[in-house]
C-alpha cells in the first residue's frame, strides 16, 4: 500500500496527492494497530508466563515452608528439653521423621515430573499388555488401601495391547485408584477400573462414588499444587502432584486424560491412549 501511494507522488497531479495521503493514512494506522496488537499479544503472553512462575514458585515455597516450620519447631523443643516425657520426646522425632519423609516425597515428585515434562524421563518403549498394566496398578493399590474394606469392580477387555513403559503406566493408574480410594466414604467405597478398545484407541476408566468435583475445578485438576475443596474439606494431605504426573505421563505416550463429574456424586477419570494392534 505504501508503494502504491509513491507511485501515484510520482505520477503527480492534486487529485493524486489527496489519494496518497489517504493511502499513507491507512497504511500508517495499519501498522499501529498491528503494531499495538502483536505488542498486546507478547506482553500479555510474558505477564502470563511471568503470573504462572510466580504462581509455581509460591506453591513450592509453600509446600516445602510447611515440613520444614514443622521440623524446625519439633527438634526446638528436644534441643531446648522442653519435652522430658520419653513418649512424648519419642512422638516428636516420630513426627519429625514423617515431615522429612513429606519433604523428601515432594522433591521427588517435582524432579518426577520435571524429567517427564522436559523428556529426560527413560521410558521403555515397548508393546505392552493393558491386563498387565491394570495387574501391576491393582498390586500397589493393595498397599494403599492395607485391607480397607472396598466394593472393587475389575473389567478388562481381552487382549488389549499399547506401546510404552509398562511401570509408568501402571504408576498412573495406581494414581488414580488411590485417589479415588482417598476420596471416597470410609464406609461403602465403590470403584470400578475399566479397560476396553475405542476404535483406534484404549480407554482405562477409574469410577468412583466419591463426592464428585465441581465444575469449575475439573479444568484445573491436573496443575501443579492443585487441590480440590473437597481435600481441605475432608483434611487429606498431599502434595497437590499426583494428577500432574499422570497427565504428563499419559501425554508423553501421545495420549490424554480427563474427567467427568457431575460435582456432586462420583468422578470418572478416563486415560485415552493410541492402541497397537495384535503382531500378525
Same mark, same amino acid.
Given at each position: 500500500?505504501?508503494? $502504491?501511494?509513491? !507511485?501515484?507522488?510520482?505520477?503527480?497531479?492534486?487529485?493524486?496527492?489527496? #489519494?496518497?495521503?489517504?493511502?499513507?493514512?491507512?497504511? @500508517?494506522?495499519?501498522?499501529?494497530?498491528?503494531?499495538?496488537?502483536?505488542?498486546?499479544?507478547?506482553?500479555?503472553?510474558?505477564?502470563?508466563?511471568?503470573?504462572?512462575?510466580?504462581?509455581? $514458585?509460591?506453591?513450592?515455597?509453600?509446600?516445602?515452608?510447611?515440613?520444614?516450620?514443622?521440623?524446625?519447631?519439633?527438634?526446638?523443643?528436644?534441643?531446648?528439653?522442653?519435652?522430658?516425657?520419653?513418649?512424648?520426646?519419642?512422638?516428636? $522425632?516420630?513426627?519429625?521423621?514423617?515431615?522429612?519423609?513429606?519433604?523428601?516425597?515432594?522433591?521427588?515428585?517435582? !524432579?518426577?515430573?520435571?524429567?517427564?515434562?522436559?523428556?529426560?524421563?527413560?521410558?521403555?518403549?515397548?508393546?505392552?499388555?493393558? &491386563?498387565?498394566?491394570?495387574?501391576?496398578?491393582?498390586?500397589?493399590?493393595?498397599?494403599?488401601?492395607?485391607?480397607?474394606?472396598?466394593?472393587?469392580?475389575?473389567? #478388562?477387555?481381552? &487382549?488389549? $495391547?499399547?506401546?510404552?513403559?509398562?511401570?509408568?503406566?501402571?504408576?498412573?493408574?495406581?494414581?488414580?485408584?488411590? &485417589?479415588?480410594?482417598?476420596?471416597?466414604?470410609?464406609?461403602?467405597?465403590?470403584?470400578?477400573?475399566?479397560?476396553?478398545?475405542?476404535?483406534?484407541?484404549?480407554?482405562?476408566?477409574?469410577?468412583?462414588?466419591?463426592?464428585?468435583?465441581?465444575?469449575?475445578?475439573?479444568?484445573?485438576?491436573?496443575?501443579?499444587?492443585?487441590?480440590?475443596?473437597?481435600?481441605?474439606?475432608?483434611?487429606?494431605?498431599?502434595?497437590?502432584?499426583?494428577?500432574? !504426573?499422570?497427565?504428563?505421563? #499419559?501425554?508423553?505416550?501421545?495420549?490424554?486424560?480427563?474427567?467427568?463429574?457431575?460435582?456432586?456424586?462420583?468422578?470418572? @477419570?478416563?486415560? #485415552?491412549?493410541?492402541?497397537?494392534?495384535?503382531?500378525?
Amino acid at each position: 500500500m505504501t508503494a $502504491l501511494g509513491i !507511485i501515484l507522488l510520482a505520477i503527480g497531479g492534486s487529485k493524486s496527492v489527496a #489519494v496518497v495521503g489517504g493511502i499513507l493514512l491507512l497504511s @500508517f494506522c495499519a501498522v499501529a494497530i498491528a503494531g499495538y496488537t502483536i505488542g498486546t499479544i507478547f506482553v500479555t503472553r510474558g505477564a502470563s508466563l511471568a503470573a504462572i512462575q510466580n504462581e509455581f $514458585l509460591s506453591s513450592v515455597s509453600h509446600e516445602v515452608r510447611t515440613p520444614l516450620t514443622s521440623i524446625r519447631m519439633f527438634i526446638d523443643t528436644l534441643r531446648e528439653e522442653r519435652v522430658q516425657d520419653p513418649k512424648e520426646r519419642q512422638r516428636c $522425632l516420630t513426627i519429625i521423621l514423617q515431615e522429612l519423609g513429606r519433604l523428601d516425597g515432594l522433591v521427588g515428585r517435582l !524432579i518426577e515430573l520435571s524429567k517427564i515434562e522436559h523428556r529426560h524421563a527413560a521410558f521403555e518403549r515397548k508393546t505392552i499388555s493393558v &491386563n498387565d498394566i491394570v495387574d501391576d496398578a491393582l498390586a500397589s493399590f493393595e498397599a494403599v488401601r492395607v485391607g480397607g474394606e472396598v466394593d472393587l469392580c475389575v473389567k #478388562v477387555e481381552p &487382549n488389549l $495391547l499399547v506401546h510404552g513403559d509398562r511401570a509408568s503406566l501402571a504408576q498412573a493408574v495406581g494414581n488414580l485408584l488411590g &485417589n479415588a480410594w482417598k476420596y471416597t466414604p470410609s464406609q461403602g467405597k465403590q470403584i470400578e477400573l475399566a479397560a476396553c478398545a475405542e476404535g483406534k484407541h484404549v480407554t482405562i476408566a477409574v469410577t468412583d462414588n466419591g463426592e464428585g468435583i465441581p465444575r469449575p475445578e475439573q479444568d484445573t485438576i491436573f496443575e501443579k499444587f492443585h487441590r480440590g475443596s473437597s481435600t481441605a474439606q475432608q483434611g487429606h494431605h498431599g502434595s497437590g502432584l499426583g494428577l500432574a !504426573i499422570v497427565r504428563a505421563v #499419559v501425554e508423553a505416550h501421545q495420549g490424554k486424560i480427563d474427567v467427568k463429574s457431575d460435582g456432586s456424586h462420583g468422578s470418572r @477419570f478416563r486415560i #485415552v491412549l493410541p492402541r497397537r494392534k495384535e503382531a500378525a
